[in-house]
């Protein structure tokens, strides 16, 4: 009987580790696939959330709209911050518009517009933004604390973590031609302009003649 009992056990905690490595494994795989959306909300929330908190006046303020105001109409580029977070909406705006319109040949090859688009935009945010930072802490007027110092920190770190995500989505769906034995050079230029109907339609025939061989 207790060799039953401790049986039923046993299966009950395996039962709940595999449960676990299945969540686990799944939330992995969505964190993966969905990578670019998510390090463009971040870059869209995160500077703007900053920000927000290096202003004299909290966001829930009543004035808050009118600091915001005063920022943009007395803007300086060796002064006001408000310029970091707007480039980074203008940017993650411009990387995900890209990302929705590419198929998989856009997405595959290391010279298609998603990550050609997604590293000159990260790069010249990362200028701008290191141009902008020798003007504002080289120019010896103080009065930034740490908030001021970590949205010149956050902005280029979210820049190069667009590279990098598109770098690897791109690795991504190489591997996924080549799975599939379909020939990345084949896929030309007229597959993009038809859009990803045309790249479903030839993953799913190679992978019916996967499917056939085996």
Known sequence: MMGILKDEKSKRVLRGIRTVFFLITMIISFLIFSAPILVAVADVLLPTALFSASLSSPSDDPSFLQTLSSHLSNYDFRYSLIDI?????????????????????????????????????????????????????GGGSGGFGATEVALFVCSPALAIGHIVVAYRTSCRERRK?????????????????????????????????????N
């Open 177 to 213: 031609l080549l799975v599939y034995k379909i020939d990345i050079e084949a896929v030309s230029t007229f597959t993009f302009k038809n859009g990803f109907q045309r790249y479903s339609k030839i993953l799913h025939d190679a992978r019916v003649k996967v499917k056939l061989q």
């Open 85 to 137: 977070p707007l480039i980074s909406i203008i940017r993650s705006g411009i990387i995900l518009c890209v990302y929705g319109l590419c198929d998989g040949h856009g997405l595959s090859t290391t010279t298609g517009p998603y990550l050609g688009i997604t590293t000159v935009c990260s790069v010249a945010s990362l200028f701008f933004v290191s141009l902008k930072a020798s003007y504002v802490f």
